[in-house]
Nanobody, 119 residues
Framework: QVQLVESGGGLVQPGGSLRLSCAASGSIFSIYAMNWYRQAPGKERELVATITSGDSTNYADSVKGRFTVSRSNARNTLFLEMNSLKPEDMAVYYC?????????????WGQGTQVTVSS
């Protein structure tokens, strides 16, 4: 089992910055990929950023150059540094993990944290 607890959401003005955190516990060393998703009201959930166990990263075109995903050295915390925030970035952001536990792979989700971008 993997548990994900997110924090860091809040209100920020356009052009501002915010750092989201996702604390992972449980079988964290079984995680082979972690992701940030976001979902705005009335829209489908979209993939924002990915980081693999080898620390390779990928970003959605809409956030490339503005967001940075990383993990702590202990591998138990996922971060999303968000810079130059736009109103279009306003959404609930979810931490996601894929883990190979037991006989197969499993997917886990955090509870989500609200990011509001408004003047």
């Amino acid at each position: 089992q993997v548990q994900l607890v997110e924090s860091g959401g809040g209100l920020v003005q356009p052009g501002g910055s915010l750092r989201l955190s996702c604390a992972a516990s449980g079988s964290i060393f079984s995680i082979y990929a972690m992701n940030w998703y976001r979902q705005a009201p009335g829209k489908e959930r979209e993939l924002v950023a990915t980081i693999t166990s080898g620390d390779s990263t990928n970003y959605a075109d809409s956030v490339k150059g503005r967001f940075t995903v990383s993990r702590s050295n202990a591998r138990n915390t996922l971060f999303l540094e968000m810079n130059s925030l736009k109103p279009e970035d306003m959404a609930v952001y979810y931490c996601n993990a894929h883990a190979a536990i037991g006989r197969g792979v499993d997917e886990y989700w955090g509870q989500g944290t609200q990011v509001t971008v408004s003047s």
